[in-house]
């Protein structure tokens, strides 16, 4: 059974940095894309950063481009999410999600939570102003 399972989530003041891991058990990590999401309280899920099997793919949402970097170990079967000049409106609880499809990198459901079928328990995110 494969498990997603993030971690590094905290209390940060707005400026400062922290780093993501989602770590895979199981499965076949390395031949599948990977996605982040948050979603802060009463709002929907949202796209945060994606990446393909290899790397070579990678996507932001705006609100995060510039700032936010998504990368992959997959010799550690893990995603990582670099957040650097936080800000308070960042503060949710982000979510790691597989891809659906062996090495599919489309790109017209890329930011639909729809289009993953595995999501990891979430880690909280708290930027202070």
């Known amino acids: 059974q494969v498990q997603l399972v993030e971690s590094g989530g905290g209390l940060v003041q707005a400026g400062g940095s922290l780093r993501l891991s989602c770590a895979a058990s199981g499965g076949t990590f390395n031949m599948f894309g990977m996605g982040w999401f948050r979603q802060a309280p009463g709002k929907e899920r949202e796209f945060v950063a994606a990446?393909?099997?290899?790397?070579?793919?990678?996507y932001y949402a705006d609100s995060v481009k510039g700032r936010f970097t998504v990368s992959r170990d997959n010799a550690k079967n893990t995603v990582y999410l670099q957040m650097n000049s936080l800000k308070p409106e960042d503060t949710a609880v982000y979510y790691c999600a597989r891809r659906k499809g062996r090495y599919y990198d489309g790109s017209s459901s890329r930011e639909n939570p729809s289009a993953y079928d595995l999501w990891g328990q979430g880690t909280q995110v708290t930027v202070s102003s």
């Open positions: 990446i393909n099997w290899s790397s070579s793919g990678i």
